[in-house]
């Protein structure tokens, strides 16, 4: 008996295959956006484990400060168990570049080079010699000495002794010392000026990355919720449609419990093809966004991470358990109706449309209610997990809000409708909505997803490419190798610049924390061009005075140091707060005294980089003359033009992976739509019958759906504005705020939305196209069956 | 003549093949008269009325309503007849389920072009005054004929085509709305042909046609044969 009714069951898929693909399509794409979404955050994770535990730096605790080989020779001879450590940017590359010391570094930790073969550690000690992860072979700028793959080298890693590493970045400074015995006790007077942080759990790398990770997995979330959709509005109408089958099953003597798993063991069968078909999908949008997603870290945050994707036995559980979880969300609803359903329940698939008309208003209550705790959320959250409940809470309740609205609006126009054919569209539209809710709430996340994130990305270029005007306001930027070679150049620039500013900087403690510090010259390149947040009277005047500091926003933001307030900058002392500004792009805080100043707690600093002023049209002349007469490498005499440049690249890449991710959330949010019309277009025709036998033919019925689509299509698209702008602006002040520490304007981009919601119209009338097609071919004998049928 | 149908054949494909469902049926209906449509489950009754109606051609024969020879119209044209000259009223009612009561009872004449009559009055005569805001689902299967009947005769068609249209009503309810139909057909002058089982019912018109495996059973046709009013 069980097996005749699952095969009763199972009839009903061969029957509509459309249905089946739906909803099997619609479970694929949840799961696989979702999987690979968290695949490629997976990936990116482990990377950073590995970076981070390169030669115990994850464990150990560190000293850092301005220290040379010297410094380490001192703390050596005073007894303290120190290795050095350069860990730097390769020039010319995005790799890191990090030196070391083999005879003091930890041993046993990954990334240890094995130097026990004969003429290793000769060659590795005299430069002949270095170590890369096995993905940058092919990545390596030219001029190094020959390179051997160190397997479990973290990627984009190249692992040089430390006088190698200084040589090739032609400096003698040292990043820092790991600490590898016990935590010195006096370090002020072995290493005066230095700090000794201690371990932290997880790296540098992995907390700034922290928040774009996270923005992935909203939109995977986002994505699978949109998939989700699909599967709900499918399954409900399989089991809507299968209601006079499940009531001859019960009246044949089914046990309703016997038909209630029978049911339940279909949805495990659905589970298991869609969950499959999500993994290879989810793995084909991993292998896809990877390469993206790494340039995007690489550019941003300096992180590597490993362009191979490997298809682990985890990602198997997790793809079948969230179709799982999907489908009992999606189909728990109905299997718990089905369970308590009365043996003569009548099959009303028509009315299940309607019926959940009187859901629509307690949905819309249940919206309002969330934008309200949005709103609380936003005005009074703090922390990175509040701006998300308030990026959820908006999201969902503005969906919720989507039914009610539309109707409400169909409504009034149905009322104002002046002929017969208008008003009954009007209407006729109305009664779709609840039919089509769920692909219009779709279609409305994904909008407002777009249009938020889109503002968002907009807003930050023209704040970021306005602020690199401000912060690169030197024509050329000039790094000498020492002292010597820096007063020659300076010597030769004599009469051939308008300015010279020095750019002198020092690692200090803000408020107690890790920041930098910079000198800067008096002078009308600050002046008129310095992107100030916030500043007192005479601001610099008084810098020049060694009256105060500037702080950038994130350590302003972080530490509550607004003008008015006193800033500890450690060994350089305390100052007022003079100003405040911007300073995209830095997770560190970093702080501005006048140059005098800075001298006088820094004597020793030597000045080796510039800032030059000079006019335009001499900038090429001087920098190709510098460059050749001084033998300077690319990297050490830079054009504000080239730094702009790049900067702008690493911003695009940095969004190219959200924007490829709101191209299939809109495409998702597409097809839902159009499971919804095709699957409506079959229910409809008992509702378009009469009208067509009343005398409207059967094109201008055909006409009339493509129509309608559009205007429910355009109105969500014009719903979704304010949804995105509000998104936008919890993204913007609160999200970035509590992520990265800088708050940005709001600049709102009304053309980017007007195509928008072109696409969208396009979308929908696509996706009404083929049924409308379908109606207008329609045979009359079909429509006909309409009345016979229901005799 | 108002309604001229000659020699008119239909067949449906099934999966057994071609199945002949009207095979030759001739009558005529002249205009201000009833005539019922009576015969067996299968016997082709609802299809011929459908022919009449224009919502589907007919393989063979002729149908000519109002002049207009159905099998030369094309899909636009049959829809003006449809709008235009017929009333059609089903047993499933098939009121236009996103419309209010009201708006259904005035669609066809709106439709058609004619003069709206007032709501008020017709609300009154059809009992349903008190649920012209009410939507189709939210009336019972009597009220949902009474505005189905309203809804075409309030259009003034010159030929109202009733498929068992007291078929899911109870018998006292089904004689009061026959009795409606008929004395509202009777004021607006329409002619009716009614698809019924009811001989009680095919009684109260003016003539019967019998259909018997789709063909005119002319025995049982008598005293007044297929033509009605002739």
Redesign the interface.
């Known amino acids: 008996m069980t097996r005749a009714a699952f095969q009763a069951l199972w009839s009903h898929w061969r029957r509509h295959p459309i249905q089946l693909l739906t909803l099997v399509i619609g479970l694929a794409l949840a799961t696989g956006l979702w999987i690979g979404v968290q695949a490629i955050n997976a990936q990116a994770r482990a990377s950073y484990d590995q970076a981070a535990a390169a030669l115990g730096q994850d464990s150990l605790p560190r000293i850092t400060g301005p220290l040379t080989l010297t410094d380490f020779a001192r703390a050596r001879r005073a007894g303290l168990a120190v290795t050095p450590i350069v860990d730097d940017r390769l020039p010319r590359s995005r790799l890191r570049l990090l030196g070391i010391d083999p005879f003091t570094a930890p041993g046993g930790s990954p990334g240890t080079p094995d130097l026990s073969g004969a003429g290793d550690l000769t060659g590795f000690l005299t430069g002949d010699l270095i170590f890369v992860s096995p993905d940058v072979v092919d990545a390596l700028p030219p001029g190094l000495p020959p390179a051997r793959i160190l397997p479990d080298l973290a990627p984009g890693i190249v692992l040089a002794d430390i006088a190698t590493a200084q040589a090739i970045l032609g400096s003698e400074a040292i990043s820092h010392l790991l600490v590898t015995g016990a935590a010195p006790v006096d370090l002020a007077t072995v290493l005066p000026g230095t700090v000794l942080e201690a371990p932290v759990a997880g790296t540098d790398v992995s907390r700034l990355t922290d928040s774009f990770h996270l923005n992935l997995t909203a939109f995977g979330l986002l994505a699978f919720a949109v998939g989700l959709f699909i599967v709900h509005a499918a399954i409900g109408l399989a089991f809507e449609q299968r209601r006079p089958l499940f009531r001859t099953l019960r009246a044949l003597g089914l046990s309703s419990g016997r038909l209630t798993g029978l049911l339940a063991a279909e949805l495990v069968a659905l589970t298991i093809l869609g969950g499959t078909l999500g993994i290879i999908l989810g793995y084909l949008v991993a292998a896809a966004l990877l390469p993206g997603v790494a340039a995007t870290l690489g550019g941003l945050y300096g992180a590597q991470v490993a362009g191979g994707l490997s298809l682990s036995p985890l990602w198997w559980l997790t793809g079948f358990a969230m179709a799982g979880a999907g489908l009992a969300l999606a189909g728990g609803q109905s299997l718990w109706q089905l369970a308590r359903l009365p043996v003569l329940a009548p099959a009303m698939p028509?009315?299940w449309a309607?019926a959940r008309s009187a859901a629509i208003r307690r949905q819309g209550l249940g919206g309002l209610a969330l934008l309200v705790v949005a709103a609380a959320f936003g005005a009074l959250g703090q922390g990175l997990l509040a701006g998300f409940a308030c990026l959820g809470a908006l999201l969902i309740g503005a969906a919720l809000l989507l039914p009610p609205i539309l109707t409400a609006v169909l409504d009034v126009g149905a009322r104002m409708a002046k002929?017969?054919?208008a008003?009954?569209i009007w209407?006729?539209t109305?009664?779709q909505v609840p039919g089509l809710s769920l692909a219009l709430m779709a279609l409305l996340l994904a909008l407002a997803a777009n249009i938020g994130v889109g503002t968002m990305v907009g807003s930050f270029r023209t704040t970021f490419t306005g602020w690199l005007d401000q912060r690169l306001a030197s024509e050329l930027y000039l790094t000498a190798a020492d002292e010597a070679e820096a007063a020659s150049l300076l010597a030769d620039l004599e009469g051939r610049v308008t300015a010279i500013l020095p750019i002198v900087s020092a690692e200090v403690t803000l408020q107690g924390a890790p920041a930098d510090l910079f000198g800067v010259a008096d002078h009308a390149t600050y002046r008129d061009n310095w992107p100030l947040l916030e500043a007192v009277p005479d601001l610099w005047e008084r810098l020049a005075a060694g009256e105060g500091a500037l702080v950038n926003e994130q350590a302003a933001r972080r530490s509550d140091l607004w003008p008015g307030s006193t800033v500890d900058l450690g060994p350089a002392g305390a100052y007022p707060v003079l100003g405040v500004y911007s300073d995209y792009g830095n997770p560190r805080g970093q702080a501005i005294l006048g140059l005098p100043a800075f001298d006088a707690a820094f004597p020793q600093t030597p000045r080796l980089r510039f800032a030059l002023r000079l006019p335009q049209d001499q900038v090429t002349a001087v920098q190709d003359d510098l460059a050749a007469r001084f033998d300077l490498p690319p990297e050490r005499l830079v054009n504000q033009a080239q730094i702009k440049a790049f900067s702008l690249s690493v911003f695009e890449q940095t969004f190219a992976v959200t924007a490829a991710l709101n191209i299939l959330t809109l495409g998702v949010a597409a097809f839902a739509l159009w499971a919804s019309l095709t699957t409506l277009a079959g229910m409809r025709l008992?509702?378009i019958?009469?009208?067509?036998?009343?005398?409207?033919?059967?094109?201008r019925l055909a006409l009339a759906d493509p129509g309608r689509a559009l205007a429910l299509a355009g109105a969500t698209a014009i719903l979704a504005v304010p949804v995105g702008i509000a998104l936008a602006w919890v993204l913007l002040a609160v999200v970035n705020v509590q992520a990265f520490g800088w708050r940005l304007p709001l600049l709102p981009d009304p053309s980017g939305w007007i195509w928008l919601g072109l696409w969208a119209l396009i979308a929908a009338g696509l996706a009404a196209a083929l049924p409308a097609w379908r109606l207008w071919r329609l045979p009359?004998?079909q429509?006909?069956k309409?009345?016979?049928h229901?005799? | 003549m108002l309604l001229t149908v000659r020699d008119v054949e239909k067949s449906f494909t099934t999966a057994d093949g071609n199945q002949p469902v009207l095979r030759g049926v001739s009558f005529d209906l002249e205009a201000g008269r009833t005539l019922a449509l009576t015969g067996e489950s299968g016997s082709g009754k609802s299809t011929l009325l459908h022919l009449v109606a224009g919502l589907d051609a007919p393989d063979g024969g002729q149908i000519v309503v109002d002049g207009a020879d159905i099998a030369k119209l094309d899909d636009p044209g049959r829809a003006a007849l449809r709008r235009g000259t017929v009333g059609l009223i089903f047993q499933q009612f098939n009121l236009i389920p996103s419309l209010d009561v009201a708006a259904n009872l005035t669609f066809h004449a709106r439709l058609a072009g004619r003069p709206v009559p007032e709501i008020g009055p017709l609300a009154d005569r059809l009992g349903l005054t008190d649920h012209l805001s009410r939507y189709p689902e939210q009336l019972s299967g009597g009220q949902q004929q009474r505005v189905a009947i309203g809804r075409t005769l309030a259009a003034r068609p010159k030929l109202v085509l009733a498929d068992e249209p007291t078929g899911n009503l109870d018998e006292a309810t089904g004689d009061a709305m026959m009795a409606l139909m008929h004395d509202m057909v009777a004021e607006t002058g329409a002619s009716l042909l009614m698809v019924t089982h009811s001989d009680r019912l095919a009684a109260m018109l003016d003539a019967r046609l019998h259909l018997r495996s789709g063909q005119v059973d002319m025995p049982q046709a008598a005293p007044r044969t297929g033509t009605a009013g002739a």
């Open positions: 028509r009315a309607r002929g017969p054919i008003q009954w209407a006729d109305r009664q008992p509702q019958a009469p009208v067509w036998a009343l005398g409207l033919t059967r094109r009359p004998a429509l006909v309409v009345f016979a229901e005799r």
